[in-house]
């Protein structure tokens, strides 16, 4: 039996962008304010995982085609990166560094090492729960 899931797929569709969004803006935030890369990935992979359970597996795979062992891979390298960064220059261990930069549509920013540890735990958080979603899912089949 056919179903007629237009509203599903409609709301799923707008309620993941949002929720996509909401997780970037708490990454950016979340070095000054709550937030960060670990609540920011597990709104990522909410997002994701609510256009699985809409769309199917298979049909979300065709369109985010990543392997999510990867991106683990890349958040861990991100993290452990900026961790040694500090012994790179001389200073301690996790020491993080940060500068302003004057860009030209935005104006003045802070740029901090910080965020891309926060960037690698956002990868990390995504990658591995993906994965762990993905593991479930497939089980099924």
């Not at 599903?8 to 890369?37: C, D, E, M, Q």
């Amino acid at each position: 039996m056919k179903t007629n899931d237009l509203i599903l797929k409609t709301l799923s569709s707008t309620a993941s962008i949002v929720i996509f969004l909401l997780s970037l803006y708490l990454y950016f935030t979340g070095h000054f304010y709550p937030g960060g890369g670990f609540v920011g990935g597990l709104l990522c992979t909410m997002a994701i995982s609510l256009a699985m359970f809409t769309y199917g597996i298979d049909k979300v795979n065709k369109v985010i085609p990543i392997n999510y062992i990867y991106v683990t891979a890349a958040g861990l390298l991100f993290s452990v990166g900026t961790a040694f960064s500090g012994m790179i220059v001389g200073k301690n261990f996790f020491k993080h560094h940060f500068t302003h930069a004057h860009l030209p549509l935005i104006g003045d920013v802070e740029l901090h090492t910080a965020a891309i540890f926060d960037l690698g735990v956002y990868l990390v958080v995504v990658g591995v729960l993906m994965s762990v979603i993905l593991a479930f899912g497939k089980d099924g089949k």
